[in-house]
């Protein structure tokens, strides 16, 4: 495993759990950049030349409206990038032109944990099994903390995905509260909002007989910061933009 000079984008919650499991794993954190947070030595308001100097990867888990431009940013200074922040994706094809024109490499996921992604394994399953049962419906509904800027979870939009490319009957999700009744095809997608409640993910399949709920519930942002800085480990050295998914292929030989 190589070790890394690490740029932390963000130190709120999830910067400082990244800024602990990086030191654990022997890298060295050689700058926080953050606009409003003080910390002595390594602490920059901005991305550039300076504050990036002598980085390897930059890990990003910063808000929506900032992800796409410190992208942008890192790239045009020829750093890779780790990005956690999640509800940016509709610029994603912003971000891969600056990657691509600078060769540089970009690993986005909108959940880390590795837990979740064996969760997706596990939806994607359940999915292609129900798609041959027409007596069951399907649902989701995600909970975080009041503080989460984002609705819905990027986490609950990918498990949207999964329903929809392996049940036929899905073809579109709603996240939007509806006037009217849903129609078959539509897959409804809640999210709730209060207090610290950890991110929660249920996927429901309900028939006039029963209903099968599979939850994935997050205990600590610990497991998301030890994927973000793996993947930091795993891009160094790569050119080009992928996701958590190649990362896991690539690490399991696709098993
Ligand atoms: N992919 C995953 O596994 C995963 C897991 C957990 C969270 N997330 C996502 O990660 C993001 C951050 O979550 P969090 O819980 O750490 O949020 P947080 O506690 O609010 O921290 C975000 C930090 O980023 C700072 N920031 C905002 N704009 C910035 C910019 N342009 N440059 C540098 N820093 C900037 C914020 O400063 P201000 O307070 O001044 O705005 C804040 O200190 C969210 O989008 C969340 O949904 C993803």
């Not at 963000?10 to 499991?21: L, P, S």
């Not at 609950?156 to 073809?171: D, F, H, M, V």
């Not at 078959?184 to 028939?207: K, M, N, Q, W, Y």
Request: hydrophobic content about 40%.
């Amino acid at each position: 495993m190589p070790l890394l000079n690490i740029a932390i984008i963000g130190y709120g919650k999830m910067g400082r759990e990244i800024e602990k499991t990086a030191l654990e794993k022997g890298h060295a954190v050689k700058a926080i950049i953050d606009p409003r947070i003080k910390k002595e030595g390594i602490q920059f308001n901005e991305i550039n030349k300076e504050s990036l100097a002598g980085v390897d990867v930059c890990i990003d888990f910063t808000q929506p409206a900032a992800a796409t431009e410190n992208i942008k940013k890192a790239a045009g200074l020829k750093k890779s990038i780790v990005v956690g922040t999640t509800g940016w994706h509709n610029r994603l094809d912003e971000a891969r032109k600056a990657v691509k024109k600078n060769n540089t490499a970009l690993l986005y996921s909108p959940n880390f944990s590795i837990g979740v992604n064996i969760f997706f394994k596990i939806v994607e399953d359940a999915a292609k099994q129900i798609n041959n049962f027409d007596s069951y419906d399907s649902f989701i509904v995600e909970f975080h903390h009041s503080q989460k800027l984002d609705s819905p979870s990027g986490t609950a939009r990918k498990l949207g995905e999964i329903i929809i490319n392996n049940t036929n009957r899905k073809t579109t999700a709603m996240y939007d509260r509806l006037e009217r009744k849903i129609k078959p095809e539509e897959l409804h997608v809640a999210s709730v909002r209060a207090g610290t409640i950890s991110g929660t993910h249920t996927v429901g399949f309900d028939s006039s007989a029963d209903t099968i709920e599979l939850k994935h519930t997050a205990k600590s942002r610990v497991g998301f910061a030890q994927g973000a800085v793996a993947a930091a480990e795993w891009i160094s050295g790569k050119k080009g933009i992928f996701t958590l998914d190649d990362m896991v292929k690539n690490i399991t030989g696709g098993n």
